[in-house]
């Protein structure tokens, strides 16, 4: 008898630990749901976009079960200090700022500028090697939304530019338009998805190649979640590096838009 109830205790230890187990590889993930092209609800209330492609991925690499959970932008960080979810796979730009308070993985996407004008325009902004071309830009006025970082890089970068500032992106874009500007700067997968893509934009092309200096746009978004978890971390990591180089981060771009949107070479923050 005594044998026996070993045995029981045994497996009823095997199957609690199981199923503890189990329940430690479901990751809760944070995200507005509201966030289009990156985390939103079809009209048949299916959550997809970029985020939720790329959440899916980490986790099924890790072999855990996924749980969204939308959450408010202004909330997002303190409902994750509050154990609310694991992680935040939202679109969140890693800054000094929110590092102090969360850990964040490598960036699964870009923060970049690049220019925008006419389709044809023979325009000689930049140098082979990617540097600014300071004679292509003169006699060309250049749109930029005031107070960004596109306009800091103008002023550290072609200080002799004529610049245009704007309030919002839709009196840069209408200047653009009607030619009182010749190019404008901002963030590529807004001008596909605002302007290049529909109907106004079919004369326009990017003139620039995708600029990505950490200094002024950021290291780029990235995956948070609660410090002290360094276990973790280095797997999602791992994840992220997988979904790069296995070209599953440029497949979920396709899906939106015409170009990738992660770092041509994925590194951790380490």
Not at 21 to 39: Q, W
Not at 106 to 132: C, E, H, M, T
Not at 169 to 192: C, F, S, W
Not at 247 to 269: Q, R, V
Request: net charge negative; charged share 25%.
């Amino acid at each position: 008898m005594k044998k026996v109830i070993s045995l029981l205790f045994v497996i009823s230890a095997a199957v609690v630990g199981f199923v503890q187990t189990a329940a430690a590889e479901t990751l809760r993930v944070g995200m507005e749901c509201t966030y289009a092209p990156f985390n939103y609800r079809t009209a048949e209330g299916e959550l997809t976009g970029y985020d939720v492609d790329v959440a899916k991925g980490v986790t099924d690499i890790l072999g855990a079960e996924v749980e969204f959970v939308c959450q408010k932008w202004d909330g997002m960080i303190p409902a994750l200090l509050a154990n609310k979810f694991d992680l935040i796979v939202a679109s969140m730009s890693i800054t000094e700022k929110r590092r102090e308070k969360i850990d964040f993985s490598g960036p699964y996407r870009i923060s970049v500028g690049r220019l925008v004008g006419k389709k044809n325009g023979n325009f000689n902004l930049f140098n082979a090697d990617g540097s600014a071309n300071a004679d292509g830009f003169k006699g060309i006025k250049v749109g930029l939304e005031r107070a960004t970082t596109y306009e800091n890089w103008f002023n550290a970068k072609v200080p002799d530019a004529e610049i245009l500032l704007y309030d919002n992106n839709e009196a840069m874009y209408l200047d653009l338009q009607n030619g009182r500007t010749d190019v404008i700067m901002t963030n590529p997968m807004k001008a596909h998805l605002k302007f290049l893509s529909q109907e106004d934009g079919a004369g326009f092309e990017f003139v620039s190649p995708a600029i990505d200096e950490v200094e002024y746009f950021g290291v780029g978004v990235g995956i948070g979640l609660r410090k002290g978890n360094d276990e973790l971390l280095g797997r999602i990591n791992a994840a992220l590096k997988q979904l790069a180089e296995d070209g599953s981060l440029e497949k979920y771009a396709l899906k939106i838009f015409p170009f990738a949107i992660h770092p041509a070479k994925w590194t951790s923050l380490d």
